[in-house]
């Protein structure tokens, strides 16, 4: 009998020791969390997106109950900061505020370190949209029917702008798509395409609304198509790519926000359901309208199948364009 007395208490002993240390773990979970978070921004300080990042990290704490700290990790066109996140612990407390369709290898000369589908986990899909075909205003257009038959009577008179591969390799898809014969000249930033505009050297831009409100509030560029499968919310009355008989042609990007892969699915929830309620916050309904974006939000998975869709248009838009990363 003092046998199974001693048995049965080391037994009551070790399923004790074996709670202690399950418990805190499951406790921390369910608490989450307990800590501030860290925020992190692939660009720098005072960029657009660290603007939207800085909005959503002071609706972050006030839904989350804890500070979020917004670091700032510019480079290599989000690598840096995807590579960072990565390699974070999986634990909830270090996110990325970054759509993720530009993390592709199509866009990279060199091997990327991070697929982000492989390496980080959704968390939230913030928002969506396609990118815009400006036209010069003094252009005898209506829509972008009429824009590529002027095109076509003259092939090779005209001549469009980018600063960006994937505005770059959206007018080449057109290009394609149409048979049109337009040169491209790149520009450095988006100031030199308005200058050139206004002096006439191109007829046309892709791009989005966020940059060019002011070209646009002059009078002295239209938007006639936006490249993507629904309207925009703010200007409803330029029809899409597909409408207009060119289904196909599309600019599709997204903002959302990630983890580090293999961050708990409890931990992900939390946050899912912690930003879904930052995005009826005032503040952030009105930033991503005037971003000319659509707000979304809903469930993780949106934002993966997003930037997977992206991944795989872009790189089809490449072998088009015959786009080369440098």
Do not use: C
Request: glycine share 8%; no cysteine; net charge positive.
């Amino acid at each position: 009998m003092a046998v199974d007395h001693a048995r049965r208490g080391a037994l009551v002993t070790l399923a004790s020791a074996l709670a202690v240390g399950v418990a805190p773990a499951g406790a921390q979970t369910q608490a989450f969390p307990t800590k501030p978070i860290t925020l992190i921004v692939p660009f720098a300080a005072g960029s657009a997106t660290d603007t939207g990042a800085r909005l959503f990290a002071r609706a972050m704490e006030q839904e989350l109950g804890q500070p979020v700290i917004v670091d700032n990790k510019a480079g290599g066109s989000g690598t840096v900061a995807a590579d960072y996140v990565a390699r974070a612990p999986a634990d909830g407390y270090t996110l990325m505020f970054l759509g993720g369709g530009s993390l592709t290898q199509t866009f990279f000369s060199r091997k990327l370190n991070t697929d982000i589908v492989r390496d980080l986990a959704p968390v939230i899909q913030i928002s969506r949209g396609s990118l815009f075909l400006f036209v010069r205003s003094d252009l005898p257009v209506n829509n972008v029917r009429d824009f590529i038959e002027l095109v076509r009577k003259e092939p090779g008179k005209y001549n469009y702008a980018s600063i960006a591969a994937s505005q770059m390799m959206t007018m080449e898809v057109l290009k394609d798509r149409a048979k049109l014969q337009i040169a491209h000249i790149p520009y450095k930033s988006l100031g030199q395409v308005f200058q050139a505009i206004e002096a006439k050297d191109v007829v046309a831009y892709v791009g989005g609304v966020s940059g060019s409100e002011a070209m646009l509030q002059s009078g002295k560029v239209r938007l006639i198509v936006v490249f993507g499968d629904e309207r925009n919310l703010i200007y409803p009355d330029v029809p899409t790519a597909a409408e207009s008989g060119l289904p196909g042609v599309e600019a599709p990007y997204s903002q959302g926000i990630w983890a580090p892969a293999k961050t708990p699915a409890p931990v992900i929830a939390r946050l899912n359901s912690a930003l879904n309620a930052v995005l009826k916050h005032p503040q952030i309904v009105e930033f991503v309208r005037v971003s000319g974006a659509t707000l979304t939000g809903g469930p993780p998975q949106r934002q993966l199948e997003s930037v997977k869709f992206e991944h795989e248009y872009w790189a089809r838009a490449a072998k088009v364009s015959n786009f080369t990363p440098e």
